[in-house]
């Protein structure tokens, strides 16, 4: 077993511990962690069938059908980030062929589109300016002429941060026997949701924003009817890792090995919703609506203005517009390396033209705002 | 924004703090993380385009090509489970319709079957009794009967515990011009690896084994062989969230967007990437050889016997045969429940017959042995 080969040192880094700037995250996301769910990062793991393990998978299993008010069996966690918890409803719900309607107002829209556009979909899109909502008509038009097997909106338009109304579109769909997909990542736990009541069929988030958690394990769901869908296909699932059909084997009661899921992240995902729980979802969504309008109140009084019209804005994440003549970059880095304060950029249209704010979780507190506004005094232009 | 549904708290359960058993970790994966790597998990989340987390994807990406012993300039950790870096190299590397010859002497080998399928690969396999491994003979023969454009073998079949011999592949493999992917999940850290010097064109490993982090990011790499492959594409990689394309944008000096990054988890491959460097890789290696040994011996004392023949066991993990008329599940929950220790058992042809005992990363050690003999000499029937 000695190695005949002689080993190469050029990559060799000889690095010093791990030292990491503490950062107040006020961008789109990840938002910092409560220091109690950060803390159960630290927890030695166990096996990933190890009756503890099993016993907290059930924990969480629940506590996701709480935080989206859902009582859909098919309620799990995914294996990483919310990128791949929303592949994860394209790959399990769209056969080749499938015509799937998106409503593309932001970037995650086209995301969508791309996605589903990569397991066969026969895609349609519906656009919006980014920052806008569609309207209940305009949806009732566009199912009407495309009749599609799902339609893909999403709640929290993480680009734009505005929040897309429901009420009613799932009438509409069954209308058309069309599933109802969508995105919450920038939703869950920090604006009000009901997915049974709204008749959602397939939805994901991620852990990092209104759950308070480090990212890495990703919350999913598929109603009776979603899960039918995936029960007739006539193909694989093209996506091994994702595959419903498999993953609800271990998650279900009969624990097959599937992969070996990020232990750690679970517990740190746990402790997010045993916080959330222990609050209450009103509380919770009550705190980050009324942290919101303190920073809208306060941005105002600085003289900047927000993006999205007020009826439409989200709790969780505010686009404010950067003004004339200034470098909205430069802002941002300043606020980064003066004042270890992270809030983003604009993204597609909205390059340039808008920060992005985000008072997620553990972050959506009264003093995250104050700090914030206390730099952006010290760094914008007199 | 008050709502007008009311909240169901059916599912709202009322939870204690975390408590989480501590478990000796001695199966096939995950095992215990070095105390320090599990420290680096509670740090708070920085951005996934902060600068400071920039540097460390760097160390990352150096760090992992010198465990990896490669120069490959795309050589990154996947924001998954090692499944999921597994699923990376298939659908990066599988156009519909590539002829993919893959070698079955176990579970791992079974599952790139089915993935390389839901890619549109035509499949052919070659196939051995698990605990086996192929001979160059047995590997040139099947290259001429199939000229694939992938050939996929498991460097360290976890199920089985057999190390598969390289030297001389990858000169076949160029014959045929056919590419060489190589599952290095339980070898990565523990077992001599020399991706470059065996001419290895794509590879996938886990951060919760060899290299003793917890479950979560897992590495991947390609070489310029498979880069060029990837770039020749007539058809989208199926797969958005492991689509190299896009990833390699993000990881590379563009600094792209693609999705948030587990951060947490990246902070801890760092740590224990930098204790492997620290330690040195022959020194890792032989570790891994010198308590292996020690537990075979020490296995053979009480009367135990190995599956597999010597010269091809692994260093990470060791199937152990189950003696007639113990019932190996019993011995293994009697082990977890009163003493705190976890061992694996068999999968498919393995079932029922032996054990698996891994001995990786921070495990691999003189007390992991003499703890879980001193466990199996209280459990065994005398």
């Not at 294996?79 to 015509?99: H, K, L, R």
């Not at 920060?355 to 995250?368: A, D, I």
Request: with cysteine; aromatic share 6%; net charge negative.
């Amino acid at each position: 077993m000695t190695p005949t080969i002689s080993i190469n040192d050029s990559q060799r880094l000889q690095l010093s511990p791990l030292e990491i700037p503490s950062r107040l995250l006020l961008g789109p996301g990840p938002s910092n962690a409560h220091p109690t769910v950060l803390q159960a990062m630290n927890t030695s793991p166990v096996g990933h069938l190890d009756p503890a393990f099993l016993a907290l998978m059930d924990e969480i299993q629940s506590l996701l059908r709480y935080v989206w008010q859902t009582e859909n069996p098919l309620t799990i966690a995914v294996s990483g980030t919310g990128t791949a918890a929303m592949e994860a409803t394209i790959a399990n719900s769209v056969e080749p062929g499938d015509v799937v309607l998106i409503g593309v107002a932001g970037y995650f829209g086209n995301r969508l589109v791309d996605m589903a556009g990569r397991y066969g979909a026969d895609v349609r899109t519906i656009t919006k300016p980014w920052g806008q909502v569609f309207s209940l008509e305009e949806l009732k038009t566009a199912l009407e002429t495309h009749r599609p097997a799902i339609l893909a909106l999403v709640h929290a338009e993480t680009s734009t941060g505005a929040r897309q109304p429901l009420e009613g579109v799932a009438d509409l769909c069954r209308e058309f026997g069309t599933l109802l997909l969508l995105d919450t990542v920038t939703s869950l736990g920090g604006v009000p949701i009901f997915l049974d009541a709204w008749g959602v069929d397939l939805a994901y988030s991620c852990s990092q924003k209104g759950l308070g958690c480090p990212p890495g394990a990703s919350p999913f769901t598929m109603s009776p009817r979603a899960a039918e869908k995936l029960q007739k296909r006539r193909t694989k699932v093209a996506n091994w890792y994702l595959d419903m059909s498999l993953l609800s084997k271990y998650w279900g009661s009969d624990r097959v090995y599937h992969h070996t899921a990020p232990i750690n992240l679970y517990y740190a995902l746990r402790e997010a919703l045993r916080l959330v729980a222990e609050e209450g979802l009103a509380n919770c969504w009550q705190r980050h609506q009324k942290n919101v309008e303190y920073l809208w109140e306060s941005l105002e009084d600085i003289g900047l203005s927000m993006h999205v019209e007020r009826e439409y804005r989200l709790p969780t994440l505010t686009t404010v517009r950067i003004p004339d003549g200034v470098d909205g970059k430069a802002i941002a880095r300043q606020l980064l390396n003066e004042h270890n304060i992270e809030i983003g950029g604009g993204l597609g249209e909205l390059a340039g033209k808008v920060w992005r704010v985000g008072l997620m979780g553990f972050n959506s507190r009264k003093e995250s705002v104050d700090q914030l506004i206390a730099a952006l005094r010290q760094v914008l232009p007199q």
